[in-house]
């Protein structure tokens, strides 16, 4: 089974500079996460979608990020403009299930830098 | 919203011992809770899940323990190897429909 797939792996970028990251997710999982994880820290929860609709979005900057996730499939999330504390790994996750309890599948993230 | 707290120093043991992380949360006890793996570089890997309902579950060397009254889960890795160095996250569901929100991860470095 292929595994949740993320694009690109690094990204540099300058202040103010917008930049756009892509998740496909494992083929049948409803639930799909953006996390935020800044060095040394836990993943931070941005956002979740179940399907194509936003369950959760309380923690996203909405001056400047935004996230869609098209036809319930592949999500991008996108950073505009960035600002030097955006520097971070970007993690996307997905889950089969909406309201039990299973496991969240992890990519290898994107690791950006904003200078 | 939850607070999740696990030790941020890391736990420096010998190997063959037995390490016990911590995950220790605030509010309402969640219906499960679950640890994750992180390699450096590498998304989080999924490894166990507990249920308000169970004690104890265990999976070959590993075992966590869910105590909803001091609103706590332990996680033992028994006969540890150098291959168990890692950060260890702790993750529960928020709002009961998996909004999995995590702690700060605890780092275990395992020596020969």
């Known amino acids: 089974e292929a595994g949740v797939a993320q694009s690109p792996r690094y990204k540099i970028i300058e202040k103010r500079q917008s930049v756009a990251f892509w998740c496909n997710p494992i083929s049948g999982h409803a639930t799909l996460y953006w996390y935020q994880q800044i060095l040394g820290q836990g993943p931070k929860l941005l956002i979740q979608?179940?399907?194509?609709?936003?369950?959760?979005d309380s923690q996203l900057p909405k001056d400047r990020f935004s996230a869609e996730r098209l036809k319930g499939v592949d999500s991008t999330l996108k950073i505009q403009p960035a600002k030097l504390e955006d520097s971070a790994v970007y993690l996307c996750?997905?889950?089969?299930?909406?309201?039990?309890?299973?496991?969240?599948?992890f990519g290898q993230g994107t690791r950006l830098t904003v200078v | 919203s939850q607070k999740i707290e696990q030790n941020s120093e890391a736990l420096n043991i010998q190997e063959g011992k037995t390490a016990t992380l911590t995950c220790n949360y605030t509010?309402?006890?969640?219906?499960?809770l679950q640890w994750y793996r992180q390699d450096p570089g590498r998304g989080p890997v999924f490894l166990l899940l507990?249920?308000?309902?169970?004690k104890e579950k265990r999976k070959e060397r590993l075992k966590v323990t869910f105590d909803t009254t001091l609103k706590q889960s332990l996680f033992h890795i028994t006969a540890s190897q150098p291959a168990d160095s890692a950060t260890y996250l702790c993750?529960?569901?928020?709002?009961?429909?998996?909004?999995?929100?995590f702690g700060t991860g605890t780092r275990l470095l395992v020596s020969p």
């Open positions: 979608f179940q399907n194509n609709g936003v369950v959760d």
């Open positions: 996750a997905s889950s089969l299930d909406f309201g039990g309890a299973t496991e969240a599948f």
């Open positions: 507990i249920r308000e309902n169970e």
């Open positions: 993750a529960l569901d928020e709002t009961g429909f998996q909004k999995l929100v």
């Open positions: 509010n309402y006890s969640p219906a499960y």
